[in-house]
Structures are given as structure tokens and as C-alpha cells.
T-cell receptor, first 114, second 116 residues
Framework: EAGVVQSPRYKIIEKKQPVAFWCNPI?????LYWYRQNLGQGPELLIR????????DSQLPKDRFSAERLKGVDSTLKIQPAELGDSAVYLC????????????FGSGTQLSVL | AQKITQTQPGMFVQEKEAVTLDCTYD???????LFWYKQPSSGEMIFLIY??????QNATEGRYSLNFQKARKSANLVISASQLGDSAMYFC?????????????FGKGTRLSVIA
């Protein structure tokens, strides 16, 4: 069974440039999460999808971040424009959708904003 | 609001010895799940073990066991017979379950270094 796939693995951009991250969850997983992990910290939730609906985006900085999950499968997270403080690892995770079930994580995208 | 505290930024353990990584949590939800994840240098979060708040017995998965003390709100991870490959970041996380499918909230992690 294929795991959660994220791309790109690494991204280096200059500040004020746009950037996008892509995530393909495990087949059949209804719930998809985007987390941000700053250096030396635990992951923090940015947004959670149930199928194609964003059900928890309270931590998403909406002035520059946007996300979508078309058709309830793949998801894209975008930052425009990027700031120096956005440098972090962006992790995508999915789960079947039942409470108590574990999340399956992708390898993440490491973003460096110069 | 739920909260996870990991007070050990870093731990060292001799190969083949056992090590305990501490985790305390705070929640007002009587139904919750506790998770431990391992994050090696490659970056992927690897699920290790799960404990439900109503589980009567401590969870075990191979060399991993969870020392669950509900009254103290602690969920320490015990790794027995440490191996060099156990060197990684370890994160404790919790989900509140009464409200349905809530996200995982993570602690700041503990970096474990296994010494040969």
C-alpha cells in the first residue's frame, strides 16, 4: 500500500515569491491534514479536511496561505507571498476518518525562504 | 484546550538499555487518545503506539510500551533494549475524542540519542 506522498521534498525560494506544496493521501482516507513543523518544535495543525470540506482552518494564516482539496483526494497548500518566518517543514497526513485512529504522515516538504 | 508537555529536550541511552521518555497531558475531555510518533532525520513521522483513555491495560508494541498513569495524566514511552536505529525525535500527541474527528496535538518532542 502506497503511503502519503508529498512533493517537492525540498524548496528554496526568495521572500515574497509564491510556493505550492502537493499531497496525495492514502487511498480511501477521507481526512487530510496539513501541519507545519518549525525547527525544534512539534508539528502544528494548519488545516484539516473531511473529504473536500475544510472543517478546521482556524490556525491557517489566511492572508497569505490557501489550501484546496479538489474531489476530496489530492490537496495543495499555497503561500503567497512567502516570508522569512515561513521557513519550516510542511507535513501532510491522512487518516480513514474515525476518532482515535492514527494519522499517516508523508515525508514533508522542507521550505527555506531566503 | 488540550496540551502536551514533554520536559526532556534530549536524552542519551546506552545501546541495549531501556529508556523512558516523559509525557504529561492536560484535557477536560474524558475520552481521548494518546499517541507516540518517532521522527528520524529523514523527517517522516512514524507511528509507534496508541493508548485510549478507557483502555484498562497499558499498550505495548514490540519493544515499545506506554506507561499510562491516568490520575497523574502521564503517558510515558518506554523503549526496551535500545538500538542505534532508535536515535530520533520522539513526539507525544493527543486527540480529544468526544467531539468527533479532532486533530492530533503534539508536544515539542524529545531527542533520543543511543550510544554504542
Amino acid at each position: 500500500e502506497a503511503g502519503v506522498v508529498q512533493s517537492p521534498r525540498y524548496k528554496i525560494i526568495e521572500k515574497k515569491q509564491p510556493v505550492a506544496f502537493w499531497c496525495n493521501p492514502i487511498s480511501g482516507h477521507n481526512t487530510l491534514y496539513w501541519y507545519r513543523q518549525n525547527l525544534g518544535q512539534g508539528p502544528e495543525l494548519l488545516i484539516r479536511y473531511e473529504n473536500e470540506e475544510a472543517v478546521d482552518d482556524s490556525q491557517l494564516p489566511k492572508d497569505r496561505f490557501s489550501a484546496e482539496r479538489l474531489k476530496g483526494v489530492d490537496s495543495t497548500l499555497k503561500i503567497q507571498p512567502a516570508e522569512l518566518g515561513d521557513s519550516a517543514v510542511y507535513l501532510c497526513a491522512s487518516s480513514p476518518g474515525q476518532p482515535g485512529e492514527k494519522l499517516f504522515f508523508g515525508s514533508g516538504t522542507q521550505l527555506s525562504v531566503l | 484546550a488540550q496540551k502536551i508537555t514533554q520536559t526532556q529536550p534530549g536524552m542519551f541511552v546506552q545501546e541495549k538499555e531501556a529508556v523512558t521518555l516523559d509525557c504529561t497531558y492536560d484535557t477536560s475531555d474524558p475520552s481521548y487518545g494518546l499517541f507516540w510518533y518517532k521522527q528520524p532525520s529523514s523527517g517522516e513521522m512514524i507511528f509507534l503506539i496508541y493508548q485510549g483513555s478507557y483502555d484498562q491495560q497499558n499498550a505495548t508494541e514490540g519493544r515499545y510500551s506506554l506507561n499510562f498513569q491516568k490520575a497523574r495524566k502521564s503517558a510515558n514511552l518506554v523503549i526496551s533494549a535500545s538500538q542505534l536505529g532508535d536515535s530520533a525525535m520522539y513526539f507525544c500527541a493527543m486527540r480529544e475524542l468526544s467531539s468527533g474527528n479532532t486533530p492530533l496535538v503534539f508536544g515539542k518532542g524529545t531527542r533520543l540519542s543511543v550510544i554504542a
